[in-house]
């Protein structure tokens, strides 16, 4: 894939684009290295949360979310009759605003911008979660970790939903959870020997500065775009033996939007006890740290208007999520699979 034949039918493809012709070249292909890295893992109330590291911002603003949820009393406000508990939708939104407020401002490819592993500490968390009161915050400002470096600029380079999830679990109980996206409809549109080509590069900021600061996921040579993709694996204590052992393998495609399914569907399985599909069937909602974001025509008129007073800018739009879960149940294994998308769960 990276030399020979079809690198250079890749390098000439990119070349001969009559609009936009690339500088993508053998040398690129062939210097390209896969990069193993650990998983990014923290324990909310009795389970662990494991789930990816930079470049994708999805398993910090993940951790976050749930660590300024930790202390609230988000677990007795459980939906009711598929809505959405009003104070509920409130939580997540003004943890959503928290956690990409950082994320925007903090997260991009390690080997050029190391994220401050502050922005996970306890006492920071706690910090940000104090400021979650009755009313929105409506936009929230980063944070000042106690390991940042001086702050890069923030910046809200948008996400093109071209994004797919599966969740596997063999026979031998090993999982996979894994995201995989090409950026935007049909990629970049060029096709070479049967697969498309990315449209990665609009993962990384078009601003590379502002405010004469540079911005964190600006455009820079060898640098891997940031992500919100967000695969992620939790992890229980086991009564026989007390390790911990697989619970719960779960994803979603959907852009930036990504981190609020995730976080919205690991409340309703672990705070509300509620089975895989009827946690991903729950209308979504969230915030990406500009208005609540509202799965359309699936919130009460009245939860609208009560959000609204609570000074929450709400704007309903399609919110096609893709989620696939598997959960583990007495005697084996039980999936659960988007209703918005052509996704099934499967067993043998």
């Known amino acids: 894939f990276h030399l020979g034949a079809t690198a250079r039918a890749i390098v000439a493809k990119v070349a001969a684009h009559p609009h936009n012709p690339g500088r993508l070249s053998l040398d690129d292909l062939a210097g390209y290295r896969a990069v193993e890295r650990q998983p990014l893992c923290r324990d909310y109330r009795q389970w662990t949360v494991c789930g990816m590291p930079p470049p994708s911002s999805g398993g910090i603003a993940v951790a976050q979310i749930l660590g300024l949820l930790e202390t609230s009393d988000i677990a007795v406000h459980r939906p009711r009759d598929g809505q959405p508990a009003e104070q509920a939708v409130h939580l997540l939104a003004e943890a959503g605003r928290l956690a990409f407020a950082d994320r925007n401002a903090f997260v991009a490819d390690p080997d050029f911008v190391p994220w401050p592993r502050g922005l996970l500490a306890p006492d920071y968390l706690r910090a940000r979660a104090a400021m979650i009161g009755e009313r929105s915050l409506g936009e929230a400002w980063p944070g000042t970790p106690l390991d940042a470096a001086a702050a890069p600029a923030g910046d809200r380079s948008p996400e093109r939903p071209a994004t797919a999830h599966l969740s596997v679990v063999d026979a031998d109980g090993g999982a996979v959870a ?25 993962d990384f900021s078009f601003i590379a500065a502002e405010a004469g600061r540079p911005v964190a996921n600006r455009v820079e040579p060898g640098k891997r775009p940031r992500s919100s993709m967000a695969p992620t694996l939790v992890f229980a204590r086991d009564p026989l033996n007390g390790k911990r052992r697989l619970q719960l393998v779960l994803g979603s495609p959907g852009g930036a939007q990504i981190i609020n399914y995730v976080s919205r569907v690991l409340v309703a399985m672990l705070d509300w006890g509620l089975d895989a599909q009827s946690a991903i069937a729950l209308p979504n909602h969230g915030s990406r740290n500009g208005p609540t974001e509202l799965e359309k025509d699936r919130v009460a008129p009245e939860q609208v208007e009560a959000l609204r007073r609570r000074g929450h800018e709400v704007r309903q739009l399609e919110m096609p999520s893709g989620l696939q879960a598997i959960e583990r149940i007495p005697g084996g294994w039980r999936g659960g699979a988007d209703p918005r998308r052509e996704g099934v769960a499967r067993g043998e």
């Open 178 to 202: 894994m995201t995989t996206s090409i950026e935007d409809a049909f990629g970049s549109r060029q096709m070479v020997r049967g697969f498309l080509l990315n449209n990665q590069l609009s």
